[in-house]
């Protein structure tokens, strides 16, 4: 049929492409979707099923053959192995790894808990729910944001508005410090850049700067953006630099906007973009931007469709302008067996830690990617 | 309790081949009997001292069951059948049959030639064993004895993989061997019907990986080969006869002229003559598309692939070329290797596992330096590159096959215990089935719970009707008296005055008498009454009557009082009464052998 071939064309065209455009690329089907990847080590991620009922939460080692770098010819091992595994009784909205420990913290996206859990040693595969912490917070059925903190013993900061930012410990449960404020707009992304200090970015695109040392000071800057819009963001840390304000802010709008800012003048934007893209869907819950940590200039955005782009900000400018993506991941879309294309939505992407053009991204569909892809250009990207 | 006993040879935690016996049903079966490939001594057989300590194991067992090929499922079958002895029916598919004895004598070749072992299996001993294989077809029951009979699946995984169903009366086990249940380009998934064995035998090496797709697989090879093509170098991609190769050819050919590939691509004459040979007798095991092309046109006339002669592996310039042998031990691509190894622009695929001691085992460790036959060093310079392309479940898999074949309990071999209990967790909650994870050389003992099927007699059943009350269903069973008769191959439940009709019997009658003595001055008819009303006032709710001919009855128990001339004042009672009303008659007697009390009066 004239459907069949142009979609088996198409899937071979870009097949073809793929030789080129990629180092290495690794495609996984989970049987749940995820909309989490996070980090718990050099080697492995935690992904979680989002149903409204009982979900899995797994621990994954990354193939041997990612990792082998001289000798990848004579290493075979291409799978995930499933190292750890649990379940959950909700659906996974949120997973946070609290950094030097074995465990991470999940919420729902709806309720205000935050879940416990420990991934477990060598010596039992099973993850284990620890605890719940009750979190009092302004009422809001969109649950709440974690940012795990950076340093010192374990603990979370974690708010559904701006109003109930909240620094607690996890093995009390104790509140250490909260913002101490009233603006009730909803909290969209929440992250530390230091031990200290850290951002707050609201779902209208106003950026709080909060440091947990001084609980009433707050920086507010807002976002030029038009009402309605829904906006999340992305920091770029320096975390070789002892000065916490080194650091950019991207925020990424709705109407597929990138706004670039640096921490230390917040006043103006460094450079903004509109990026090319044609939204496949009306949610804006999957929306995400990321920076590269091993790359400078360069962002990763998705959750408007089935693509994952890369953007390199150097060429951007104060002013709004169109740009052109330095690369495409369009795996998720590409499917041999008559998956619906226009129904494919990435959930989320991550970058490696350290290997600089290693990508991680999910989708609707139950599809993880591990993407290595080729730099083209002689920017500096 | 009827049982079915799993246990899967071997010793701690190797994994690396597979024998596993069954019990079921008083029959005993082998499943699988693999070489484990590590080892170079006694180590790499299984340990058949469990079924017996010395001597034949043909009396222990009833029969072998091997799924596939692979050198780790039936590597030590002809050391079982003729060193340790085994005389009974070996089943496997009729590919696999075909196959066995040449994989098994390129590696007897390999270990006694080039290795020098000793303690190992003849050529004349593979051909001795081979004559006892019956070999089977997909979905057909054989019968192996009058009671046992075995069934195989569609497995996919290689040519003439199978999962097999064994089954004694109404108890089943299904032993899955390798399988996979995503098709590849020249293989089906493997597909099972809804069998509900009590037992679904399963290995759990890759029951916790997530598998990469093919599709990823076969992009790296592609590029492996273009990148060598495009600096000028050559390919070679070592294969055995079947499988893989056809597989990668038609991969090649699908996608040479879409990247613009001038270079030649060959296959060894050997091949394609053994290749075309083989699909032709089994044609019906490879997946749909293949079958389709394969009617349509000859398997090997590919537009780009040509016949290959030994001379052109002289010639300049760029080229793939399939040869084989697979681990390259010997022959063409061996001859090909040795001319080609010593430039770093050229490659080398090898698309599979190589047995220790060839030379594909030593450059997949990464060795650099080969010494030769005639002492001669070759050098290593070419690029190495392992790809594996066998189709395997995983986690997923396995969720998917549980759920086709629906068993009742799941057991898992060859997996560290500690290291499963999330996928033991997640079978058990999604399927509510226990699932058992022996280590190697331990028995798992499941209780079965099997149903036997009856006819009943329309007489029983009305009457069982008659008494009213809600229907039985299977989570509310109803009691019901019948009698059962077994007879020749039936079961019936007919009711007891039928059965004794029908077996031309009488029904006896059971009476007990029971005498008990009582110190009584009244006369033997007061002490009657004196009786009849303590009954009376005690057990009320029965039927207590005082008759004219001198007897109480109390339902159809009987009293009698008497008494001797020479001791009037000693009673002596009479009980008694017929079996059904053993219970009462007991407690009468009892109570009776207490007395009478005092206050009674007489009328």
């Known amino acids: 049929m004239g459907e069949n071939s142009s979609d088996e064309n198409e899937f071979d065209d870009w097949f073809i492409e793929s030789l080129k455009i990629y180092n290495n690329i690794h495609e996984y089907q989970l049987e749940h979707p995820t909309r989490v990847i996070e980090w718990t080590s050099e080697k492995t991620i935690c992904v979680a099923g989002y149903s409204s009922d009982k979900n899995e939460i797994l621990e994954l080692l990354l193939p041997l053959k990612l990792f082998a770098d001289d000798n990848q010819g004579l290493c075979a091992e291409r799978d995930f192995k499933v190292v750890h595994g649990g379940f959950s009784d909700g659906s996974v909205h949120c997973l946070k790894h609290i950094p030097g420990t074995r465990c991470v913290v999940t919420n729902d996206g709806f309720s205000s808990n935050v879940q416990v859990w420990d991934l477990g040693g060598d010596d039992c595969d099973v993850i284990k729910r620890t605890g719940v912490l009750q979190l009092k917070s302004a009422s809001s059925d969109k649950g709440v944001k974690i940012a795990p903190g950076l340093t010192g013993g374990p603990c979370v900061l974690h708010g559904s508005r701006i109003s109930d930012i909240q620094l607690t410990e996890l093995a009390s449960g104790k509140p250490f410090y909260s913002l101490g404020t009233d603006i009730p707009d909803l909290l969209s992304s929440l992250q530390f850049v230091s031990a200290s200090v850290f951002l707050a970015c609201a779902c209208n695109g106003d950026l709080y700067v909060g440091d947990t040392r001084k609980p009433s000071a707050l920086q507010n800057t807002p976002a030029e953006g038009r009402e309605g819009v829904h906006w999340c963001m992305g920091v770029k840390t320096d975390l070789s630099s002892s000065d916490p304000s080194s650091c950019s802010v991207a925020r990424l709008s709705s109407s597929c906007q990138v706004v670039v800012s640096d921490l230390r003048d917040l006043r103006a934007p460094v450079c903004q973009a509109q990026l090319d893209v044609q939204r496949k869907t009306t949610n804006d819950d999957f929306m995400n931007v990321t920076w590269a940590p091993a790359l400078d200039n360069c962002l990763a955005v998705s959750g408007f469709d089935g693509m994952v782009q890369i953007y390199n900000t150097a060429s951007w400018r104060p002013e709004l302008m169109e740009f052109q993506p330095l690369f495409v991941h369009r795996g998720h879309m590409m499917s041999d067996d008559q998956f619906d294309t226009s129904s494919a939505v990435v959930t989320t992407h991550v970058w490696h830690p350290s290997r600089p053009r290693t990508v991680l991204s999910a989708a609707v569909d139950g599809s993880v990617h591990v993407w290595d892809w080729v730099h083209k250009a002689t920017a500096s990207c | ?603």
């Open chain 2, 1 to 603: 309790m009827p049982e079915i006993k799993v246990t899967p040879l071997g010793a701690g935690q190797d994994v690396g081949r597979s024998c596993i016996l069954v019990s079921i049903g008083g029959k005993n079966v082998m499943l699988d009997c693999g070489m484990h490939m590590g080892f170079n001594d006694d180590r790499r057989f299984p340990d058949f001292s469990y079924i017996t300590q010395q001597g034949r194991l043909t009396e222990f067992l009833d029969c072998v069951i091997i799924s596939h090929f692979h050198l780790d499922h039936c590597g030590a079958l002809p050391y079982m059948s003729e060193m340790v002895g085994y005389d009974g029916p070996i089943y496997m598919t009729h590919p696999t049959k075909a196959i066995c004895p040449i994989l098994l004598e390129d590696f007897r070749k390999i270990t006694v030639d080039k290795k020098g072992e000793t303690n190992f299996f003849t050529s004349q001993m593979i051909k001795d064993c081979m004559k006892k294989v019956v070999p089977l077809n997909l979905h057909q029951t054989v019968q192996v004895d009058d009671e046992l009979e075995i069934k195989a699946y569609y497995a996919g995984h290689v040519l003439g993989a199978a999962m097999v169903q064994i089954k004694v009366g109404s108890e089943s086990v299904v032993y899955t061997g390798d399988y996979n249940m995503t098709p590849d380009r020249h293989l089906g998934a493997a597909w099972i019907d809804k069998c509900r064995p009590d037992i679904l035998i399963s290995e759990s090496t890759y029951a916790t990986t997530i598998r990469d797709s093919k599709r990823c697989r076969e992009r790296d090879f592609l590029k492996k080969v273009h990148e060598t093509v495009e600096r000028g170098g050559k390919v070679l991609i070592p294969v055995f006869a079947l499988g893989r190769a056809q597989e990668l050819c038609i991969l090649l050919e699908t996608f040479w002229e879409r990247m613009n590939m001038k270079a030649p691509i060959y296959f060894s004459t050997g091949l394609t003559e053994k290749a075309n040979h083989y699909y032709k007798l089994f044609i019906t095991w490879t997946n749909q598309k293949i079958r389709k092309t394969f009617v349509q046109r000859n398997m090997f006339e590919f537009k780009h692939i040509k016949a290959f002669d030994r001379s052109y592996a002289d010639n300049p310039g760029p080229m793939v070329v399939f040869a084989t042998p697979g681990m390259l031990h010997a022959g063409q691509s061996l001859q090909i290797f040795k001319k080609w190894a010593g430039n770093e622009k050229n490659m080398i695929i090898m698309p599979g596992y190589c047995v220790q001691g060839t030379i594909g085992h030593k450059i997949l460790n990464g060795q650099k330096k080969l010494e030769m036959e005639n002492r001669q060093t070759l050098e290593v310079k070419l690029q190495v590159e392992y790809m594996s392309f066998s189709a395997h479940a995983d986690a997923k898999g396995i969720m998917q096959l549980i759920r086709m074949a629906e068993p009742r309990n799941m057991l898992l071999v060859h997996g560290e215990a500690k290291k499963m209990e999330f996928l033991k967790d997640k079978i058990e909650q999604e399927f509510s089935i226990n699932c058992f994870m022996p280590a190697n050389g331990e028995t798992t003992t499941v209780i079965t719970n099997p149903s036997v099927p009856v006819d009943i007699s329309l007489n029983l059943l009305k009457r069982e009707m008659a008494l009213g009350g809600p229907l039985p269903d299977p989570k509310k069973p109803r009691t019901m008296h019948g009698t059962l008769i077994m007879k020749d191959n039936s079961l019936r439940l007919v009711s007891p005055e039928q059965a004794l009709k029908e077996l031309g019997l009488n029904e006896h009658q059971l009476r007990f008498t029971c005498r008990v003595q009582l110190q009584d001055s009244h006369s033997d008819s007061d002490t009657l009454i004196r009786i009849y009303t303590h009954l009376k006032s005690l057990l009320k709710g029965y039927t207590i009557q005082h008759l004219p001919d001198g007897t109480v009855m109390v339902e159809s128990i009987v009293i009698k009082v008497s008494s001797s001339a020479e001791e009037p004042n000693t009673k002596v009672l009479l009980l008694s009464w017929s079996y059904q009303d053993e219970d009462l008659g007991s407690f009468l007697s009892t109570l009776l052998k207490k007395g009478l009390p005092s206050g009674l009066s007489s009328i």
